[in-house]
């Protein structure tokens, strides 16, 4: 494990990033001023509600890791994070999970109403494309890495990313798994939808969006693998051992469902045992990028000691 | 009013696009093997539904009318028609217009259910930028037209036609004009938003997809205006003067529950005087084009004589 001083230093440009993205997040939104009011307060209730903003800070650093300033990033960074609140927005339906709690405020559904809701999620989704395609507009102005072939590439994998085969497929498995059941490797493959996906999109559109070669956008790609993971194994162990309070959505409701979890499937020693691995796969993943990647190294052993 | 001659070929014409189009559709769905059974089986139903495919075939006769193989605008044609769908889905939806019956078939949810029918229209949402993005990587890889500004701008310009500015904003201002009524002015910014849109882009995309110059995007863009609100004019006509059976869907429904509509806002009479006039500047914006763009100038008075 990291020391404390690494830890705090983390901890700040975390913070830091964070109100970046807040500030880019926000002027996303406020700069189109044609979306209808209360579909823009639904919006701007779920993508700005208190969050790790796990996705956009991994863009960030996915862009500096490959030697970037991480400012190029931006768009990808309020790309991804438009298209997790999207999901959360939908997962949280009535007809989907259910759930009246969100990063400890009413869900979008109860706040609003849930038509709202499902207009809330289309808008943030189909907005995800429009700013990622903006900004790469502005990057390959003045940069020639930027061809048209990784322009399309680089929507392509949001796309990819957000849809039927990744983050979409992986919330229709779990559905199903509730009613059906299941073993790890369906469960694996839930994950890798439902979150893998858009965690190992995030770094790769960093990467991307910062010039990164092939082998280190490969590398990012393996990084985001096993990070994606780790953070659902925990994710899976927090919501057995935390208070409500602590996570800011009801807990204990996953395996009252009969969702597939990890404790649940390797129990809870394995499954700790299983995110350490994970988390030491992640950071050998990174070992060719030198310093540029040490916040992605820690990152990736915060995932072991984070809270909610 | 065109010749008997003229119809046949354009009906021919269209038919023969509409084929092509369900052949691509198909093939869209089929080439992605990781879709889950259940999502996929939702996302093809109401996909593959039957359809007048207006707007898919728009964006081939964009790419003809500016010179070039409609095949080129294939990728763009099944964009607009996957977004279409999981509007329709979305639309359908219990929350929203609470629909039964679409295209004379059971909608999404009821044929599946709900949560199911959510997913399938997020899933054809996303599904629509990557299929997008592939066509434009292949049209880039032989032609220079297509660079790196070019590509994105297509991307952007799909994703601001289905997002909160357009597409979903006018659901959303549909749905409060419900509860609370509204003028012409009103209803026009509502269609803008919800049919106009995705009309104008379907051409656009067509005219980009086919190289076309930002003259000929231009009198895309116009005739796309035009034709759109033409297009949702005669809609709100048919449905206070058709039966249920010949359209497909409830109908009278809309005025029963207090929408916003021409015939309710203008009367009838006045309602058709301005799809002709409507119809008049589409045929216009088109007049620099010559033969090339004749099935556009043919679809536009098709909208007058459509009876679903």
Excluded at 57 to 86: F, K, N, P
Excluded at 152 to 168: F, I, K, S, T
Excluded at 186 to 213: D, F, N, Y
């Amino acid at each position: 494990m990291s020391g404390p001083v690494a830890n705090v230093s983390l901890n700040e440009l975390m913070a830091e990033m964070r109100a970046e993205v807040d500030v880019a997040l926000e002027q996303a939104l406020a700069s189109r001023k044609a979306i209808p009011t209360r579909l823009a307060d639904a919006m701007r209730y779920s993508l700005l509600a208190p969050g790790k903003r796990l996705r956009p800070l991994l863009a960030l650093l996915g862009a500096q890791a490959v030697g970037s300033d991480r400012h190029q990033a931006i768009h990808a960074a309020v790309a991804v994070e438009m298209i997790h609140t999207y999901s959360l927005i939908h997962d949280d339906l009535p007809a989907m999970d259910d759930d009246d709690l969100r990063r400890g405020r009413p869900t979008c559904h109860v706040q609003f109403d849930e038509a709202t809701a499902i207009l809330a999620g289309d808008a943030l989704l189909a907005l995800a494309f429009e700013v990622l395609a903006e900004g790469l507009t502005h990057l390959s102005h003045s940069n020639g890495y930027f061809t048209p072939a990784v322009v399309a590439d680089a929507l392509r994998r949001l796309a990819q990313a957000a849809g039927p085969e990744a983050l979409v497929g992986g919330q229709a498995l779990d559905l199903l798994a509730e009613k059906e059941g299941g073993d790890l490797e369906k469960l694996q493959t839930i994950h890798r939808g439902k979150t893998g996906a858009m965690i190992r999109v995030s770094l790769e559109l960093g990467g991307i969006s910062g010039g990164g070669t092939s082998l280190q956008l490969d590398s990012l790609q393996q990084y985001g693998n096993s990070l994606g993971l780790a953070f659902q194994v925990v994710d899976d162990l927090l919501d057995v051992e935390s208070t409500a309070d602590a996570m800011g959505k009801r807990t204990g409701k996953d395996s009252s469902r009969g969702k597939l979890t990890y404790p649940g499937l390797l129990g809870v020693d394995a499954s700790w045992e299983k995110a350490r691995g994970l988390v030491r796969q992640a950071e050998q993943a990174l070992e060719g990028f030198g310093n540029a990647a040490w916040p992605l190294v820690e990152l990736a052993r915060y995932v072991l000691s984070r809270k909610n």
